[in-house]
C-alpha cells in the first residue's frame, strides 16, 4: 500500500500573490507527476479583528479523504486529517517576530492586542504538534518555530520552479529588485541610495505593489528628478520578462526585513548574478557570502550605495560572485526531487498508515 492521494491546503490572502502561492502552486505541479493531488486554497485576512473566528472556522474542515495532507502557511494546519504534516512557511509575523518592530501594523496599540497574540501562539503550540512530521522553509523559520514555539523541525528549502529557465546572457549598467513593493521589503532604501552613488546605473523595481506603503514612502521620493530618471518601476511582470531581467542585470538588490526564505536569492544565483543585501535580511543570509556570493550591508542608504558603487566600478567583481553564486546553489541540490523524498517519504508513511487502519 502507497500514497495515492495528496491533499495540499494553504491558507491566502486573497489579491496578495507572494513566494507563499508561488510555493504551493510549484508543489501541487510537482506531485501530480506521481500521485492524485487535490489544492486547496482557504482564503485567510491578517485582519486581527478577523483571526480568532477564521481559526475557529478552519479548524471545523474535518477531512476524511486523501492519504496524505500536506499544509503550510497559518493556520491551515488547524485541519483536522489523520495523517497531516506542515512545510512551514511562516508565522503570523506581527504577532511573533515582527512585534516589537517598526513592521507591525499594532505597535500603537499593542496592549490592545496581548490577548489576541497570546492566543494565536496557543494555537499555534497544538496545532503544529498535531502534525506528523514538521519541516521548515529555511534555517530562519527553524530557528523562530524553536525560539517561540519550543518546537524542533527539518528544513527543505523551496525548489525554484524550472531553474534550468534562468541564465546569464550579459551584464548591464542596472540593478533589478524583483519583489512585492511593501514596508518589510524596504525598496525604499535602494531608493534613496541613489541620491548617494555616483556610478550612472540604473535602478530597476517590478513586483505587485502595496499603494499605502508606495504613496507613503515611495512616491516622496521620486520628486527627486535625479532619482526618478534612475528608476524603472514596472510593478507586476510575467515569469519570462522576470528571467529577462535577471540575465541582463549587473547584479540583483535585496533588501527585506527578517525574511522567510526569499526566492529572489535563489533565482539570483542561478542567472550568476551577485546580490546585495543587509545583515537583517534574515533568509538571504543563509546564502549570501559577503565578497564571495554578494555584498552584506547596514540596512542604510548610504551603506548601500557604497555597495552599488563598488558594484557598478568594479564589473569584474559582479562576474566572479555571480560565477561563484551559480556554483555554490548548484551544489545545494535544492530540487523538487529532494524535497518530495522528504514530504512523502513512502516507507515510513506506510507504516503510519497501517497503524491508522488497524
Not at 489579491?15 to 482557504?42: M, T
Not at 533565482?267 to 559577503?290: A, C, H, Q, R
Amino acid at each position: 500500500m502507497g500514497i495515492k492521494k495528496i491533499l495540499i491546503v494553504s491558507t491566502k490572502d486573497p489579491f496578495i500573490n507572494g513566494g507563499d502561492s508561488f510555493l504551493i502552486n510549484s508543489l501541487a505541479q510537482e506531485l501530480s507527476k506521481n500521485f492524485e493531488v487535490e489544492k486547496i486554497f482557504i482564503p485567510f485576512s491578517t485582519n486581527p479583528e478577523l483571526i480568532e473566528e477564521q481559526i475557529d472556522g478552519i479548524r471545523k474542515l474535518k477531512f476524511n479523504y486523501g492519504d496524505l495532507a500536506i499544509t503550510s502557511r497559518p493556520f491551515s494546519y488547524a485541519i483536522k486529517h489523520p495523517n497531516k504534516i506542515v512545510w512551514f512557511m511562516h508565522h503570523l509575523r506581527y504577532l511573533y517576530e515582527l512585534w516589537d518592530t517598526e513592521f507591525n501594523p499594532l505597535r500603537k496599540e499593542k496592549t490592545k492586542f496581548l490577548e489576541l497574540r497570546k492566543k494565536v501562539i496557543e494555537y499555534d503550540n497544538k496545532f503544529l504538534r498535531e502534525c506528523r512530521k514538521i519541516f521548515a522553509i529555511s534555517e530562519n523559520v527553524k530557528k523562530r518555530l524553536k525560539e517561540y514555539n519550543n518546537i524542533s523541525s527539518e528544513i527543505i528549502y523551496p525548489p525554484i520552479f524550472n531553474p534550468e529557465k534562468f541564465k546569464c546572457r550579459q551584464y548591464k549598467d542596472y540593478f533589478f529588485y524583483p519583489s512585492r513593493m511593501t514596508s518589510n521589503k524596504r525598496q525604499h532604501l535602494v531608493i534613496e541610495a541613489l541620491k548617494h552613488t555616483k556610478g550612472k546605473f540604473k535602478l530597476i523595481l517590478a513586483g505587485q505593489i502595496d499603494d499605502k506603503y508606495f504613496n507613503k514612502k515611495i512616491r516622496p521620493l521620486l520628486e527627486n528628478t535625479n532619482i526618478k530618471e534612475r528608476i524603472e518601476i514596472l510593478g507586476y511582470i510575467d515569469e519570462e520578462k522576470k528571467i529577462d531581467l535577471y540575465s541582463d542585470c549587473l547584479g540583483v538588490i535585496f533588501t527585506p526585513f527578517d525574511e522567510d526564505y526569499g526566492y529572489i536569492t535563489i533565482e539570483s544565483f542561478y542567472s550568476s548574478k551577485m546580490v546585495i543585501t543587509t545583515n537583517d535580511s534574515g533568509g538571504p543570509l543563509e546564502f549570501v557570502k559577503n565578497e564571495q556570493t554578494g555584498i552584506i550591508t547596514d540596512p542604510d542608504p548610504i551603506s548601500l550605495a557604497k555597495a552599488m558603487d563598488n558594484i557598478f566600478e568594479n564589473q569584474g567583481k559582479a562576474i566572479k560572485m555571480g560565477n561563484n553564486a551559480k556554483n555554490y546553489i548548484s551544489s545545494l541540490d535544492i530540487s523538487w526531487e529532494k524535497a518530495i523524498n522528504k514530504l512523502v517519504p513512502q516507507n515510513i508513511i506506510d507504516k503510519v498508515i497501517k497503524k491508522i487502519l488497524r
